[in-house]
Protein backbone atom coordinates (compact mmCIF):
# COMPACT_ATOMS: atom_id res chain seq x y z
CA UNK A 1 0.00 0.00 0.00
CA UNK A 2 0.74 3.73 -0.15
CA UNK A 3 1.55 4.05 3.56
CA UNK A 4 1.75 2.23 6.96
CA UNK A 5 -1.54 0.04 7.38
CA UNK A 6 -2.64 -0.68 11.03
CA UNK A 7 -5.85 -2.79 12.44
CA UNK A 8 -7.48 -2.50 13.90
CA UNK A 9 -8.52 1.01 13.98
CA UNK A 10 -9.60 0.92 17.46
CA UNK A 11 -10.08 -1.80 19.40
CA UNK A 12 -12.25 -2.10 23.12
CA UNK A 13 -11.36 -4.87 25.33
CA UNK A 14 -12.07 -6.52 28.56
CA UNK A 15 -9.38 -6.13 31.45
CA UNK A 16 -7.70 -9.63 31.64
CA UNK A 17 -8.14 -10.28 27.94
CA UNK A 18 -5.14 -10.36 25.52
CA UNK A 19 -4.92 -8.48 22.18
CA UNK A 20 -3.06 -8.66 19.17
CA UNK A 21 -2.41 -5.13 16.79
CA UNK A 22 -1.07 -5.52 13.26
CA UNK A 23 0.94 -3.10 11.52
CA UNK A 24 1.62 -3.41 7.29
CA UNK A 25 4.70 -1.17 6.78
CA UNK A 26 5.49 1.00 4.06
CA UNK A 27 6.59 -1.70 1.05
CA UNK A 28 10.37 -2.10 0.73
CA UNK A 29 10.82 -0.53 3.81
CA UNK A 30 13.20 -2.51 6.46
CA UNK A 31 12.71 -0.49 9.64
CA UNK A 32 9.42 -0.84 11.56
CA UNK A 33 8.72 0.64 15.21
CA UNK A 34 6.24 0.91 17.53
CA UNK A 35 4.92 3.48 19.75
CA UNK A 36 2.71 4.05 22.39
CA UNK A 37 0.85 7.61 22.44
CA UNK A 38 -1.40 8.11 25.83
CA UNK A 39 -3.74 10.59 25.72
CA UNK A 40 -2.15 14.24 25.68
CA UNK A 41 1.12 12.50 26.02
CA UNK A 42 4.43 11.99 24.10
CA UNK A 43 5.37 9.25 21.78
CA UNK A 44 6.95 6.04 23.97
CA UNK A 45 9.20 3.96 22.45
CA UNK A 46 8.34 0.27 22.23
CA UNK A 47 10.34 -1.50 20.09
CA UNK A 48 12.55 -1.77 16.70
CA UNK A 49 12.93 -3.99 13.97
CA UNK A 50 15.79 -3.95 11.35
CA UNK A 51 16.45 -5.92 8.58
CA UNK A 52 17.27 -9.85 10.36
CA UNK A 53 18.80 -8.06 13.17
CA UNK A 54 17.99 -8.95 16.73
CA UNK A 55 14.83 -6.60 17.62
CA UNK A 56 15.35 -3.69 20.15
CA UNK A 57 12.92 -4.64 23.00
CA UNK A 58 14.20 -1.95 25.27
CA UNK A 59 10.91 -0.17 25.44
CA UNK A 60 8.43 -2.71 25.93
CA UNK A 61 6.85 -1.98 29.58
CA UNK A 62 6.38 -5.53 30.83
CA UNK A 63 6.47 -9.25 29.44
CA UNK A 64 2.83 -8.87 28.89
CA UNK A 65 4.03 -7.22 25.67
CA UNK A 66 5.67 -8.94 22.51
CA UNK A 67 5.98 -8.24 19.07
CA UNK A 68 7.26 -10.41 15.99
CA UNK A 69 7.81 -9.62 12.56
CA UNK A 70 7.15 -12.16 9.99
CA UNK A 71 8.73 -12.57 6.75
CA UNK A 72 10.37 -9.04 7.88
CA UNK A 73 7.33 -7.27 6.58
CA UNK A 74 3.97 -7.20 8.86
CA UNK A 75 4.34 -7.08 12.28
CA UNK A 76 1.98 -7.87 15.45
CA UNK A 77 2.22 -6.24 19.08
CA UNK A 78 0.71 -8.80 21.67
CA UNK A 79 -0.73 -7.40 24.97
CA UNK A 80 -1.43 -10.43 27.15
CA UNK A 81 -3.78 -9.84 30.02
CA UNK A 82 -4.76 -6.07 29.19
CA UNK A 83 -4.53 -3.55 31.93
CA UNK A 84 -6.54 -0.46 32.18
CA UNK A 85 -3.00 1.38 31.84
CA UNK A 86 -2.72 -0.14 28.76
CA UNK A 87 -5.02 1.73 27.28
CA UNK A 88 -3.58 4.08 24.60
CA UNK A 89 -3.02 4.87 20.88
CA UNK A 90 -0.44 2.19 19.85
CA UNK A 91 2.01 3.69 16.75
CA UNK A 92 3.68 1.73 13.76
CA UNK A 93 5.91 3.79 11.78
CA UNK A 94 8.57 2.10 8.80
CA UNK A 95 11.69 3.88 7.81
CA UNK A 96 13.90 2.26 5.01
CA UNK A 97 16.73 1.78 7.05
CA UNK A 98 16.51 3.23 10.20
CA UNK A 99 19.62 5.40 10.53
CA UNK A 100 19.04 8.61 10.12
CA UNK A 101 15.57 8.52 7.92
CA UNK A 102 12.34 9.64 8.34
CA UNK A 103 9.57 7.51 9.80
CA UNK A 104 6.58 7.59 8.69
CA UNK A 105 3.04 6.49 10.79
CA UNK A 106 0.42 4.98 10.41
CA UNK A 107 -2.99 5.98 11.57
CA UNK A 108 -2.57 3.80 14.75
CA UNK A 109 -4.91 1.08 16.83
CA UNK A 110 -6.66 3.27 19.84
CA UNK A 111 -7.10 0.59 22.71
CA UNK A 112 -9.55 1.11 25.20
CA UNK A 113 -9.18 -1.49 27.98
CA UNK A 114 -12.51 -1.70 30.37
CA UNK B 1 18.28 7.36 29.72
CA UNK B 2 18.29 10.14 27.34
CA UNK B 3 15.12 12.75 27.41
CA UNK B 4 13.95 15.20 25.35
CA UNK B 5 12.04 18.35 26.74
CA UNK B 6 9.05 20.32 25.27
CA UNK B 7 8.35 23.42 26.19
CA UNK B 8 5.53 24.96 26.75
CA UNK B 9 2.90 22.07 26.66
CA UNK B 10 0.43 24.30 25.71
CA UNK B 11 -0.06 27.21 23.59
CA UNK B 12 -3.62 29.66 22.79
CA UNK B 13 -2.42 32.53 19.84
CA UNK B 14 -4.58 34.61 18.04
CA UNK B 15 -4.76 34.14 14.58
CA UNK B 16 -2.22 36.41 12.90
CA UNK B 17 0.30 36.25 15.89
CA UNK B 18 3.73 34.13 16.13
CA UNK B 19 4.51 30.58 17.76
CA UNK B 20 7.24 29.04 19.23
CA UNK B 21 8.34 25.76 20.77
CA UNK B 22 11.27 24.69 22.44
CA UNK B 23 13.05 21.17 22.70
CA UNK B 24 15.74 20.27 25.01
CA UNK B 25 18.04 17.04 25.42
CA UNK B 26 19.81 15.49 28.20
CA UNK B 27 22.29 14.45 25.31
CA UNK B 28 23.89 15.80 22.94
CA UNK B 29 21.52 14.57 19.81
CA UNK B 30 23.25 13.53 16.01
CA UNK B 31 19.78 14.29 14.44
CA UNK B 32 16.56 16.26 15.41
CA UNK B 33 13.22 15.66 14.15
CA UNK B 34 10.65 18.23 13.77
CA UNK B 35 6.98 16.33 13.20
CA UNK B 36 3.25 17.45 13.51
CA UNK B 37 0.04 15.86 14.69
CA UNK B 38 -3.43 17.14 13.75
CA UNK B 39 -6.75 16.30 16.10
CA UNK B 40 -7.46 12.81 15.92
CA UNK B 41 -4.26 11.91 13.07
CA UNK B 42 -1.11 10.35 13.51
CA UNK B 43 2.26 12.55 13.66
CA UNK B 44 3.41 13.45 10.20
CA UNK B 45 7.49 14.28 9.56
CA UNK B 46 8.22 18.17 8.82
CA UNK B 47 11.61 18.29 8.84
CA UNK B 48 15.28 16.95 10.57
CA UNK B 49 18.10 18.94 11.49
CA UNK B 50 21.49 17.45 11.20
CA UNK B 51 24.58 20.54 11.46
CA UNK B 52 25.50 22.34 14.65
CA UNK B 53 23.33 25.65 14.65
CA UNK B 54 21.75 24.62 11.56
CA UNK B 55 18.30 26.53 10.27
CA UNK B 56 16.06 25.42 8.07
CA UNK B 57 12.81 27.46 6.72
CA UNK B 58 9.48 25.92 5.22
CA UNK B 59 7.62 29.21 4.46
CA UNK B 60 6.30 30.44 7.72
CA UNK B 61 8.08 28.31 9.91
CA UNK B 62 11.40 28.42 10.77
CA UNK B 63 13.70 25.62 12.49
CA UNK B 64 17.09 25.79 14.56
CA UNK B 65 19.39 23.29 15.80
CA UNK B 66 21.42 24.54 18.54
CA UNK B 67 25.39 24.75 18.38
CA UNK B 68 26.02 22.66 21.05
CA UNK B 69 23.47 20.14 19.54
CA UNK B 70 21.60 19.65 22.39
CA UNK B 71 18.31 21.98 21.78
CA UNK B 72 16.34 23.03 18.92
CA UNK B 73 13.19 25.52 18.18
CA UNK B 74 10.62 25.55 15.87
CA UNK B 75 9.21 29.12 15.19
CA UNK B 76 5.99 29.68 13.14
CA UNK B 77 5.11 33.34 11.48
CA UNK B 78 1.58 34.95 11.24
CA UNK B 79 -0.02 31.59 12.76
CA UNK B 80 -2.75 30.18 10.56
CA UNK B 81 -5.60 28.06 11.40
CA UNK B 82 -4.58 25.63 9.61
CA UNK B 83 -1.20 25.10 12.26
CA UNK B 84 -3.50 24.13 15.13
CA UNK B 85 -2.03 20.71 16.01
CA UNK B 86 0.52 19.31 18.62
CA UNK B 87 4.33 20.32 17.05
CA UNK B 88 7.10 17.44 18.56
CA UNK B 89 10.91 17.09 18.39
CA UNK B 90 12.58 14.04 18.47
CA UNK B 91 15.85 13.69 18.25
CA UNK B 92 18.41 10.82 17.62
CA UNK B 93 21.59 10.28 20.55
CA UNK B 94 24.85 11.05 19.09
CA UNK B 95 26.98 7.77 19.66
CA UNK B 96 24.56 5.53 20.56
CA UNK B 97 21.76 3.33 18.36
CA UNK B 98 21.28 5.69 15.27
CA UNK B 99 17.52 4.71 14.87
CA UNK B 100 15.87 5.09 18.15
CA UNK B 101 14.12 8.81 18.20
CA UNK B 102 13.51 9.67 21.74
CA UNK B 103 10.21 12.36 20.79
CA UNK B 104 8.88 15.33 23.92
CA UNK B 105 5.92 15.39 24.93
CA UNK B 106 4.60 17.90 22.30
CA UNK B 107 2.99 21.32 22.37
CA UNK B 108 -0.56 21.57 21.52
CA UNK B 109 -0.84 24.93 19.77
CA UNK B 110 -4.54 26.17 19.25
CA UNK B 111 -5.25 29.52 17.33
CA UNK B 112 -8.37 31.32 17.87
CA UNK B 113 -9.65 32.61 14.34
Known amino acids: GAGVSQSPSNKVTEKGKDVELRCDPI?????LYWYRQSLGQGLEFLIYFQGNSAPDKSGLPSDRFSAERTGGSVSTLTIQRTQQEDSAVYLC????????????FGEGSWLTVV | GQQVMQIPQYQHVQEGEDFTTYCNSSTTLSNIQWYKQRPGGHPVFLIQLVKSGEVKKQKRLTFQFGEAKKNSSLHITATQTTDVGTYFCAGRMSGGSNYKLTFGKGTLLTVNP
Open chain 1, 93 to 104: ASSPHGSGNTIY
Open chain 1, 27 to 31: SGHTA
